[in-house]
C-alpha cells in the first residue's frame, strides 16, 4: 500500500528537505512505497486529501482532520530522531 506523507516547513527549502530525505530512506528501510509531498506549513490544506501523515518542522498548533501530525525537528537536530522514526512507522503500518 502506497502511504502519502506531507513533509512541511516555512518555506519548503531548507528543513523540510533534511525531514523529507529521512522520512524516505526510513520508508525505503521498511519497505513502504511512499507519496512525498514537500510543501510549506500554509499550503499543508491544499495537499491534505488522502495524507496518512503530516511530518513539519515548523511549529503547527492546529489540527487536519484525522490525519496524524508528528514534529519533525529531530530530523534536524538529531535529538530524538530515534523516537520520531518509531513513531513514524508504528503511525505508517497501522
Given at each position: 500500500?502506497?502511504?502519502?506523507?506531507?513533509?512541511?516547513?516555512?518555506?519548503?527549502?531548507?528543513?523540510?528537505?533534511?525531514?523529507a530525505?529521512?522520512?524516505?530512506?526510513?520508508?525505503?528501510?521498511?519497505?513502504?512505497?511512499?507519496?512525498?509531498?514537500?510543501?510549506?506549513?500554509?499550503?499543508?490544506?491544499?495537499?491534505?486529501?488522502?495524507?496518512?501523515?503530516?511530518?513539519?518542522?515548523?511549529?503547527?498548533?492546529?489540527?487536519?482532520?484525522?490525519?496524524?501530525?508528528?514534529?519533525?525537528?529531530?530530523?534536524?537536530?538529531?535529538?530524538g530522531?530515534?523516537?520520531?522514526?518509531?513513531?513514524?512507522?508504528?503511525?505508517?503500518?497501522?
Amino acid at each position: 500500500m502506497k502511504r502519502k506523507i506531507i513533509v512541511a516547513c516555512g518555506g519548503a527549502v531548507a528543513t523540510s528537505t533534511l525531514a523529507a530525505e529521512e522520512i524516505k530512506e526510513l520508508c525505503a528501510d521498511n519497505g513502504i512505497t511512499l507519496d512525498l509531498i514537500q510543501c510549506r506549513v500554509t499550503e499543508i490544506e491544499t495537499y491534505m486529501d488522502g495524507a496518512d501523515l503530516i511530518c513539519t518542522t515548523a511549529r503547527v498548533d492546529r489540527q487536519f482532520g484525522n490525519i496524524p501530525v508528528v514534529h519533525g525537528m529531530p530530523f534536524v537536530s538529531g535529538v530524538g530522531i530515534d523516537t520520531l522514526k518509531e513513531k513514524i512507522l508504528a503511525l505508517l503500518q497501522e
